[in-house]
């Protein structure tokens, strides 16, 4: 394996990635028309305003909340369950600038956290258990906790280009456009 394939998860890395995440969905999102915000594909898929719900819900209940459960109770207890859709029950009459406000206090209150643990090589190596996947170590939920950021950036964010500009997915389909 080369230097620019997989490696192991690193901390610092990890933790540089999810300080930007904030002031990078602010950069895209703040002072964009309601239409871009709220615009998703139909079906199952999320506009970038339940993003920001998700992501807040997150950080409330998901990542640090099962790293504590790891260091205090390894595979003892199990996670508790992730509603990965509760953000659309959230109350409908909040803004994007509020989304956008709590959830860069959210994120700064988890790091906060988990520069708290200072955490060691044997710390994430720790193992808990989750309800679906079974046994996860620290820092395979960490790892996780980036590629979901940087997975919420690139395509949920983007998505509502179809509902928004009347083009489909693919440039190949460029026609499709109205």
Known sequence: MSERTRRAF??????A???RTPATLDALLRGLPAA???????????????VMGHLIHGEQTDW??????IL????????????????LKAPANRTVPDLL?????????SLDQLRGFHLTDADLDKRGR???FGAVTLRQLLATWVAHDLDSRRADLT?????????????ARVSACD
């Open 10 to 15: 690193v901390l610092d890395e990890g933790v």
């Open 17 to 19: 990635i999810l300080t």
């Open 36 to 50: 871009w915000i709220t615009a998703h594909e139909g079906g199952d898929t999320w506009s970038p305003f339940d």
């Open 64 to 69: 640090v909340p099962r790293a504590k459960i």
């Open 72 to 87: 205090e109770h390894g595979e003892a207890r199990t996670f508790d369950r992730f509603d990965r859709t509760a953000q």
């Open 101 to 109: 406000d709590e959830f860069a206090r959210a994120r700064e209150a």
């Open 130 to 132: 989750h309800p679906e």
């Open 159 to 171: 998505r509502p280009r179809e509902a928004v500009l009347g083009c489909r997915r693919s440039l």
